[in-house]
Structure formats: C-alpha cells, structure tokens
C-alpha cells in the first residue's frame, strides 16, 4: 500500500480502489458504500488496499 493509495483511500476511497482492482465489483461495491456514508466506503477501501 502506497501513500498515495492511503490518501486516496481517506479523501475518495472508491478511486483507491478503481487503482488497485480496476473497474470490477470492489469498485462497485465500494461506490455504493461510499454515497451510504464516507465511513464504510474508506473501511471497504482500507480492507480492499490491504488484502
């Protein structure tokens, strides 16, 4: 995980991971947990950038 992935992951956690797993179902998932709520989409983020 790089820094800039970190702080993307903070500011706008779907872009994070469109960088590490590309337009796929993580990148889905993690645009709709983000417009729920920023919290969710930077924990799915984090959990996506570290796995």
């Not at 872009?15 to 930077?42: D, M, Y």
């Amino acid at each position: 995980m790089t820094i800039l992935e970190i702080i993307l992951a903070l500011l706008i956690p779907p872009v994070a991971v469109a960088l590490r797993k590309g337009l796929s179902g993580a990148f889905l998932l993690n645009l709709i947990l983000t417009l729920l709520g920023i919290v969710p989409g930077i924990i799915h983020a984090f959990y996506v950038l570290t796995k």
